[in-house]
């Protein structure tokens, strides 16, 4: 009767213990999910906001271009432009 009863006890605090160690691993994974997401959220708009400042400059640097391409064409003949809007 003794061992029956100490048998029990020990299955019921095993199932206990493993129960435990579930719920631990349960919060862990959730916490890691949540740590992993926020990370990823962070580095997403990092890498956002770099690729749009890289596009400004990219943008800045054609009108740059264009600009000194018309610069050339007018110096080249300064009167094509007026002679393209006659016509």
Do not use: C
Not at 59 to 83: C, G, I, K, M
């Amino acid at each position: 009767m003794l061992r029956s009863a100490f048998d029990r006890l020990a299955s019921v605090r095993s199932s206990r213990r493993l129960m435990h160690i579930a719920n631990a691993r349960a919060f862990v994974d959730r916490m890691t999910t949540t740590l992993l997401r926020w990370g990823f959220q962070r580095w997403k708009q990092q890498d956002l906001a770099l690729a749009i400042q890289e596009a400004e400059a990219a943008q800045q640097e054609l009108l740059r271009a264009l600009h000194h391409v018309t610069s050339y064409r007018q110096t080249l003949d300064p009167y094509a432009f007026a002679r393209t809007s006659e016509e």
